[in-house]
């Protein structure tokens, strides 16, 4: 999906449709992260064990962006969020009880997950003549877990989603407040003894600038 995005965005670039204004950019951003996880674990003949939690994390953060501005005033564009952004951490103490269990899973467990190499296509459609728009985009990213277990660790998950989103536009200057949408996360760790499937939306105020 990543490489789908910038293919998609290279085409405009190189098509310079419509005669197609390039403008490039940043922008600095507040929000919140919201997400709903469950961990399945294997416990012998005990039957699975389910641990599940949600996380709201606030967040600042900043992207780059290169855009096309039509001359009816669609801009379609590409942004890019270099920094990470936390879904959520934890941690938790394990003591093995069943004695049917082949191995232990005893110890402290801690475990943490961060967005990564946010991309979002995204196209502005302007409402009326007055500086508002509505905004549709498409994300890619990668999900990164960070974690200390007795027996395994867990993998990156490559994840898609959507944007819908309200703004303003004067000049140079845009404000806009978006929604986003994940796709569920899915993970399974090294050893086959457990995995990790989450749900992630998050709500944005982002201020940006172009030249």
């Known amino acids: 999906m990543k490489k789908l995005l910038v293919i998609l965005f290279s085409i405009l670039f190189l098509t310079g449709i419509a005669r197609a204004e390039m403008k490039f950019g ?49 801009t379609f564009g590409l942004d890019y969020v270099p920094l990470d952004l936390e879904l959520g951490s934890g941690t938790r103490t394990d003591t093995t009880s069943d004695a049917n269990e082949s191995t232990s899973d005893s110890g402290t467990y801690k475990a943490s997950a961060d967005v990564t190499d946010l991309m979002t296509l995204y196209v502005n459609y302007p409402l009326g003549t007055n500086g508002y728009y509505g905004s549709l985009g498409a994300h890619q990213a990668t999900v990164t877990t960070s974690e200390t277990l007795p027996n395994s660790t867990y993998g990156n998950d490559d994840i898609n989603g959507f944007l819908v989103g309200l703004g303003f536009k004067s000049g140079p200057m845009k404000l806009e407040l978006a929604y986003s949408d994940f796709e569920t996360i899915g993970v399974s760790s090294s050893s086959g003894s457990s995995s990790i499937s989450a749900d992630a939306d998050a709500l944005s105020l982002k201020l940006a600038y172009s030249f």
């Open 26 to 74: 940043f922008s600095i951003m507040a929000g919140q992260l919201n997400s709903d996880g469950t961990e399945s674990e294997k416990s012998g003949l005990v039957g699975p064990e389910t641990n599940s939690k949600s996380f709201s994390e606030t967040f600042m953060g900043a992207s780059v962006f290169a855009e096309y501005i039509l001359d009816n005033g669609i």
